[in-house]
């Protein structure tokens, strides 16, 4: 057998069905360790149109054809479609082969057999091809034992190094698992190996020498597979398994046992970060269920205390950080959470996080000694947050902080930080959001989809929005910052860097857009309340 399953043309004549057949080799004799992929029986002029390559054709000569050029051209178009072997069976077509056949058999390269006897080609082909079958699955017996093998080094504590020297030493040869883009991850050489195999790390600088043109790639014969990485796109190849046929040629068996290895090695290299993505959701669904009242606030503590979450006797502190607008299921969650991890470890309290890939949002509970900690601890928290979400490549997102309390508020305190920090999705950009000052914003966005709150926002401010989209100087930013700075018109025109006049015209102008006056307070907080649901409404 060579690169492709099947089996040789020599051992196709061992077989029984053509060995009865007396076969002579008049042509190509030194070619008949070519692999027979399948056996085909055909007696049309244009047969080669219908092969793949690979075949051994049966034939009783009919299409031949009858003129020296016509069976010179016959046995040309089998050897270009690369068929395996031409058999054909003597008797009343043709009593000895054509010389023409015979010479352009020899001139192309192309095995050629007389049969002196009668031989059913149905018995033939289907010798022939439980032979290819039966070797195809020897192959796979064989794979499938070293895929055993692998299965049981992990099972008994071995890892990576362990599942790539039993794959070396059953191919005989060094096994490389590299990056994606290249840079060598681990490097083994089996136990029974030869010792050119027994220095992976000269081999393999060696072949990376070869490499150094880019253009170029591994050695003929190289086996390449790819360890998968459990997504799409541009993170669907985690890994290579490399195969170098440095100390002896590769089989079509060591593909195989290299594909089952790699689905192995796909396993071994995301297993660390699968429990903690497991752990965090397993917390991240602990957190959701006492926030929906789902677990009573008297067994909480034991339920977090099974999760590792052993806060003492201080109030707890609920945090929400909220990563999008959208939520994200498939995204990868464990970088973000070691990430996450790594820098709250440095806050100095104790910290319950869990994930809801769901709802885009990671839930904490934090442990406080008192609640005049609570600024403080919320400071460090929502920067090591900010901090972990940048390491992980991650959006800036929106940090949510609760009123502190006892296990009997929790459940309530992260339900109103989670629907805050949805709410808070519009506002300005903040360290974090105290969630006891966004009531209003809550309410607003509670009820995004009346259509009432539309129809308020457009009454109140309406004019004004249609003003600054066809105007080159917008005068909400004015009223944004006037109302913020809650009709002080002194800060405001500090704020915006504007000399009182000009600050006075551009509020005379928004109260004729709006036919209201600014100097009413009912005015004001009507038109604060329609800016801040501006920030909901669609």
């Given amino acids: ?41 055909g007696e049309v002029p244009n047969i080669a149109s219908l092969l793949k390559g690979g075949e051994l054709l049966l034939t009783t000569g009919i299409g031949l054809g009858t003129r020296p050029a016509e069976q010179r051209a016959f046995v040309r178009g089998l050897a270009d ?11 009343p077509r043709f009593g000895r082969l054509p010389a023409a056949v015979v010479e352009a058999a020899r001139a192309a390269g192309l095995p050629l057999v007389q049969l002196h006897r009668e031989v059913p080609f149905v018995s033939v082909t289907e010798e022939v091809h439980t032979e290819i079958v039966n070797g195809h699955y020897a192959l796979l017996r064989q794979a499938e034992e070293v895929h055993r093998r692998c ?46 195999a027994a220095e992976p790390l000269q081999v393999w600088e060696g072949l990376r020498a070869q490499r150094a043109d880019r253009e170029a790639g591994p050695p003929a014969g190289t086996v390449l597979v790819d360890v ?21 040629p590769l089989l079509p068996v060591h593909r195989m046992a290299a594909e089952r290895a790699a689905g192995t090695l ?37 339920q977090a205390g099974v999760l590792g979450f052993r806060p003492g006797e201080g109030p707890l502190l609920p945090v929400v950080m909220r990563l999008g607008p959208e939520p994200a299921p498939s995204a990868n969650w464990a970088p973000l959470v070691r990430a996450v991890l790594e820098e709250l470890a440095c806050v100095g309290v104790p910290v319950l996080l869990g994930v809801r890939p769901t709802e885009g949002r990671i839930p904490l509970l934090l442990g406080l000694r ?3 900690e609570r600024s403080a601890v919320a400071d460090r928290v929502a920067a090591a947050l900010r901090a972990g979400v940048e390491r992980a490549g991650g959006r800036r997102p929106v940090v949510v902080v609760g009123v502190p309390g006892g296990w009997a508020a929790a459940g309530a305190g992260l339900r109103h930080a989670a629907e805050t920090a949805a709410a808070a999705g519009g506002l300005p950009e903040r360290p974090w959001h105290d969630a006891g000052r966004l009531d209003v914003d809550l309410l607003l966005w509670r ?26 100087a917008p005068l909400l930013p004015t009223l944004t910052t006037f109302l913020d700075h809650a009709g002080r018109k002194a800060e405001t025109a500090r704020e915006l860097h504007l000399n009182r006049q000009t600050l006075y015209n551009r509020l005379a102008r928004i109260s004729e857009l709006l036919g209201t006056n600014l100097d009413d307070p009912r005015t004001v907080l009507s038109l604060s309340l329609a800016l801040r649901a501006r920030r909901h409404v669609r």
């Fill in 447 to 472: 009820l995004r989809d009346h259509p009432d709150l539309s129809a308020f926002v457009h009454r109140a401010i309406g004019p004004l929005l249609t003003h600054d989209r066809a105007s080159r």
């Fill in 266 to 302: 796909a396993v071994v290299l995301m297993q660390a970060r699968q429990e903690e993505e497991l752990a965090a959701r397993g917390r991240g669904d602990f957190l959701t269920d006492l926030a929906e009242g789902r677990i009573a606030a008297a067994d909480a503590p034991a």
């Fill in 228 to 248: 998968p990485g459990g997504r799409h796109g541009a993170g669907a190849v985690r890994a290579k398994l490399v195969l170098p046929p440095v100390s002896a």
């Fill in 151 to 196: 299965t049981d080094a992990l099972l008994q504590g071995g890892g990576v190094p362990q599942v790539l020297r039993i794959l070396a030493d059953f191919a005989g040869n060094p096994v490389f698992l590299e990056t994606a883009d290249g840079q060598l991850l681990y490097a083994a050489a089996g136990a029974t190996g030869p010792p050119t």
């Fill in 81 to 91: 479609r690369g068929i395996a072997a031409l058999v054909v069976e003597l008797g």
């Fill in 1 to 41: 057998m060579d690169d492709q399953a099947g089996i040789t043309v020599r051992r196709a004549l061992e077989l029984p069905g053509l060995r009865a057949g007396l076969p002579e080799v008049v042509a190509g004799a030194d070619r008949l360790h070519r692999t027979v992929r399948w056996a085909h029986a």
């Fill in 370 to 372: 008192s609640e005049s």
